[in-house]
DNA sequence: CATTATAATAGAATTATTCCAAGATGAGAA
DNA sequence: TTCTCATCTTGGAATAATTCTATTATAATG
């Protein structure tokens, strides 16, 4: 918690009440919330809290590199504290979501005719499956 | 466009004027347009068409396997006429989408904890960069 | 041509997300 | 410690994308 604190102490990034449960309810969490689970679960301690400030917050924290938005699930954005390059597979029926640390940067090798047209940024490779939940 | 009809006669896909409109439209269209760039043709020849006819038909598409929902962009759904396994890079200011048309099946091996959990059924590679009209 | 299952339509409903104006407050300065 | 102000929070409205529903129309089939 401390930790957080300091993280974001003096750079600029205002910590609020809200904000702090936030970073808290964020801090190592896999899951990939949806702006809806952050704003439920922060609701449980801040009962007025408006998805307003969870949108704000999550923009916040994506412009400076602490965040990402994964686009995997076509019904809603997700989030991840983890802004390290990593991968994801979806349920398609449940549409859980789990990360894939594997490193692909090697094999994923773009042809020149893209290259030439593209600075490229970045990628992310999106699985589709099926859980074992999901197959009974 | 005679191939477009005999491709879909008598598999239960109701072919309207209409639907052959949204059709000729895909066929062989490398855009990767949203539902509103379908919606915004079709009214050209059909100006009472509905926005649930273009959904109802790409999801009809879909369901058959004949079109690809493509969520590399945050802000709205593309579709992909094109159902074969291809991959997407996306210019980060004007969204534009190209196809990648580089095979990554072989790299692209998956964790035992992930394939212990998950069924797999595809995967696909979204890129990130900036194109050349883009940097100017 | 008649029948029928399926599609098209308008418009409302839903859902996700963004915007806005007003009041509140964290953070640094004094 | 208190003051000041930039930034944040909030409710609610606005926007945008998508889905749903009831009604009417029509393509497909025999
Ligand atoms: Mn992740
Ligand atoms: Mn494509
Ligand atoms: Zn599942
Ligand atoms: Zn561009």
Redo the contacts between chains.
Sequence with gaps: MEKIISRYKGKGFKLTPQRLAILKFLEGNTNHPTAEDIFREIKKKYPTVSFATVYNTVEALRERGELL?I????DR?HFDPNPNPHHH?I??VCKKI?D???D?S??????KD?T?????????????????NC?N
């Design positions: 938005e686009t995997i699930n076509p954005k597979i349920c398609k789990e894939i640390f594997t692909y090697e094999a994923l090798k773009l042809p893209i030439d047209e593209f600075e490229i940024l970045g990628n992310h490779v999106d699985f589709y499956g099926i859980c074992k197959r």
